[in-house]
Nanobody, 116 residues
Framework: QVQLVESGGGLVQAGGSLMLSCAASGSGFSLDYMGWYRQGLGKQRELVAS???????NYADSVKGRFTISRDNAKNTVYLHMNSLKTEDTAVYYC??????????WGKGTLVTVSS
């Protein structure tokens, strides 16, 4: 079983920055894909950014150039660096990881609120 602990959410003014972290713990897992998703009020959950075990990244168009995803395999941790935050970035952010051969795990979410 894998447990995910997210941290780093909070309240920030528009134009500000935050960094989210998601650490995986447990036994018998092999991290493959790691990603961040978000769900705004009344909206569907959407992919924000993802990174493969080989380091290939993918970003939603709405965050390209502002957000950066990275991972530390030694710490089983994925990060999301968020810059130039906008009010429309307000959402609950969820971490998702895939453990080989193909089991997905989700974090409980961390709230990011961007004020104008």
């Amino acid at each position: 079983q894998v447990q995910l602990v997210e941290s780093g959410g909070g309240l920030v003014q528009a134009g500000g920055s935050l960094m989210l972290s998601c650490a995986a713990s447990g036994s018998g897992f092999s991290l493959d894909y790691m990603g961040w998703y978000r769900q705004g009020l009344g909206k569907q959950r959407e992919l924000v950014a993802s990174i493969t075990s080989g380091g290939t990244t993918n970003y939603a168009d709405s965050v390209k150039g502002r957000f950066t995803i990275s991972r530390d395999n030694a710490k089983n941790t994925v990060y999301l660096h968020m810059n130039s935050l906008k009010t429309e970035d307000t959402a609950v952010y969820y971490c998702k990881i895939r453990s080989l051969p193909g089991t997905d795990y989700w974090g409980k979410g961390t709230l990011v609120t961007v004020s104008s």
